[in-house]
């Protein structure tokens, strides 16, 4: 796995590299407890339900109420350590892995969480029943059964052994719910939370705010020290810039665009710690290729030759977190096609002039020499989804393309997705972990759910089966880049850019870290807020 933990060591380097030097806190300043940490958060959560739901509107507020059975390390990225897992071990060559509890760890209500919950949580996830929505589980196909034997011991069994089975197990978003909820009402936790973590939801009023709690009877004795956590809901990136600017809030979780940071930083000074962080997210367009249109690979080649990458990314990178040109894989992993080879697909060579010659004649050999007109269906959150979605509106103006912005509020944005009821999509794709392809991929395979876009590729298919089965990490990058070909040969998304984050926070908050991903590392449960 050499190739793998030199990238992963590698993003934890750019990923501590602030724009401005961090007051760091004193060794010897001991954590000071109370207060309530204030969060702009930059849409409504559709449900709070975050085994069903595919947006950091959930989990950024909800992670704080829950555990998990593995977390990646708050404070040593990309390291995995257990949460309600105590211990575990993998047995079978790899087949078998055995998680011990810990005992004695109890839900908001009082009841005791055991293997039993651990199991329940995981079978909603990995094999949901009728009217219940996992649009993660293409991420744990390794997955054969998962037992209780006993109230403290939990045992996976795998199809085969998997690469980043650990990983996927601590995504940020496998919240462990108590199983009695879920046996009266899979959809019980849509609606409301009992949780064993840090924090107890006080109240959640729609689109405007969340309030958390400190749970005084957490397991982790002593913790948290925060009295509580409020999330108010601010979609407009101005008005959040204001609220930092103002005080009304000590931090932004996810990202703010340079030009508002700089501000921010101006104003406020050493008041404010502004990180810059490498993430490991891609924001494009998916067709929906159900529609007679986008089933056309000319078309979609022709759509994905429009855009000038290199521009967008001098144009948009002041003003969003839109800042590196790259194909399907993070351009800094050992998963990505080089450069060089990357120019020689579709969209991405630098001669533009060229590329929108061939889109026209693209689109006149399809049977439209004059264009047509579609709908671009977004998200209503400035940056950078609106931002690029103008750009890319101009872009296809220039071969005769006609695209109406079709902007919706998160949840119905969330609920066209899921229904497959658009043409064209913005949509973002990543890693909420530490961008292994098991995670990246799934999207593009026949039948998953995060193949939004209905997209069916035997070839595409095969390779990414067989990456997900393959343990020796060198075939396994070369079966990830023919599958990265394949895509970007058949034109099967328009791959726009690749994302960093400029992450603001109040300067007395104390021993808490960013990572690459904004869904990660928001429980605050060891955080706390210095003295003034």
Do not use: C
């Not at 990136?237 to 101006?266: C, H, M, W, Y």
């Not at 697909?345 to 002039?353: K, M, T, V």
Request: no cysteine; glycine share 6%.
């Amino acid at each position: 796995m050499r190739s793998f933990k030199v990238a992963v060591i590698l993003l934890s380097v750019v990923m501590l590299m602030g724009l401005w030097a961090a007051p760091l806190a004193m060794a010897q300043e001991q954590p000071r407890r109370g207060g309530v940490l204030r969060v702009a958060l930059a849409a409504d959560p559709p449900s709070l339900d975050a085994h069903q739901e595919q947006t950091f509107a959930v989990t950024q507020p909800m992670s704080a109420v829950y555990n998990g059975l593995l977390v990646l390390d708050p404070h040593n990225y990309p390291k995995i350590i257990g949460d309600v897992a105590k211990s575990w071990k993998a047995l079978d060559d790899n087949l078998t892995y055995r998680f011990t509890l810990h005992d004695g760890i109890k839900f908001h209500d009082g009841s005791e969480l055991t293997a039993a919950d651990v199991k329940a949580s995981w079978d909603k996830m990995v094999f949901p029943s009728g009217g219940v929505i996992s649009p993660r589980r293409g991420n744990y196909q390794m997955i054969k059964s998962i037992e209780a034997p006993d109230r403290l011991t939990v045992v996976f069994r795998l199809h085969h052994p998997s690469p980043p089975f650990l990983t996927s197990v601590a995504h940020p978003a496998n919240f462990i719910y108590p199983k009695k909820y879920l046996d009266t009402d899979p959809n019980y936790f849509k609606t409301r939370s009992v949780g064993s973590g840090p924090f107890k939801l006080k109240n959640y009023v729609r689109g405007s705010y969340v309030e958390l709690e400190r749970n005084p009877d957490y397991w982790k004795k002593g913790l948290p020290y925060l009295d509580g956590l409020t999330y108010f809901i601010i979609t407009d990136t101005s008005a959040r810039t204001t609220a930092l600017r103002s005080g009304r809030v000590d931090t932004e979780l996810r990202f703010l665009p340079p030009v508002d940071v700089n501000a921010i930083k101006q104003q406020l000074g050493d008041k404010i710690v502004a990180t810059k962080i490498q993430s490991i997210g891609n924001f494009g367009v998916t067709f929906n290729v159900g529609k007679k249109l986008f089933d056309d690979e000319r078309v979609r080649k022709a759509l994905t030759l429009a855009i000038d990458r290199y521009d967008a990314v001098k144009t948009l990178s002041s003003i969003t977190n839109l800042e590196l040109v790259g194909g399907i894989m993070h351009p800094g992993s050992q998963w990505a096609l080089s450069q060089e080879e990357l120019e020689r697909f579709p969209g991405f060579s630098r001669d533009h002039a060229a590329n929108l010659r061939e889109a026209k004649r693209l689109l006149a050999e399809a049977g439209f020499p004059n264009g047509f007109r579609t709908v671009l269906t977004n998200r209503n959150i400035k940056m950078p989804y609106i931002d690029l979605a103008v750009y890319l509106i101009s872009s296809w103006k220039k071969i005769g393309v006609e695209a109406e912005h079709k902007v919706e509020e998160t949840a119905t944005w969330s609920q066209s997705r899921l229904n497959r009821d658009f043409e064209l999509l913005v949509d973002p794709y990543g890693s909420t972990t530490v961008g292994d392809p098991e995670e990246m991929l799934d999207k593009f395979v026949t039948g998953q759910p995060e193949n939004w876009g209905r997209m069916s590729d035997p070839v595409v298919d095969r390779l990414f089966a067989q990456q997900s089965k393959e343990m020796n990490e060198e075939k396994r990058i070369e079966l990830v880049k023919e599958m990265s070909r394949r895509i970007l040969a058949k034109a099967w998304r328009i791959e726009g850019l690749w994302t960093t984050r400029l992450e603001v926070r109040t300067a007395r908050l104390r021993n808490y870290e960013p990572m690459p991903s904004h869904w990660n590392n928001r429980r605050f449960e060891d955080a706390w807020l210095s003295a003034k």
